[in-house]
């Protein structure tokens, strides 16, 4: 495989995964407010850490949404720090 055509699957991923991870936020905030079912904390950050980390981090300040939460607060920037750090890593 070409090294453009795994550029062009890696940015595609990222992208998608981050905007679904956005939107998650949002729905999430949506629930909340209507005291209906909700998406699990594990699965907002479990989204983060696949890659979705900037979309949570979007979602989180668009929506208003999780942002009193330690675990989210310090959690999501933390996240991150380390994706961009293993991309760094990895381009070298």
Do not use: C
Request: no cysteine; net charge positive.
């Amino acid at each position: 495989m070409k090294s453009s055509s795994l550029f062009i699957i890696v940015l595609l991923y990222f992208s998608v995964v981050n905007i679904i991870s956005f939107f998650m936020y949002g729905i999430d905030k949506r629930k909340a407010k209507r005291t209906k079912w909700r998406i699990p904390e594990a699965t907002l950050l479990g989204v983060a850490v696949i890659g979705g980390s900037i979309g949570a981090w979007l979602g989180m300040k668009v929506w208003h949404h999780k942002t009193m939460h330690n675990k989210f607060k310090y959690g999501i920037p933390a996240i991150i720090v380390v994706q961009l750090v293993l991309a760094g890593y990895l381009l070298l």
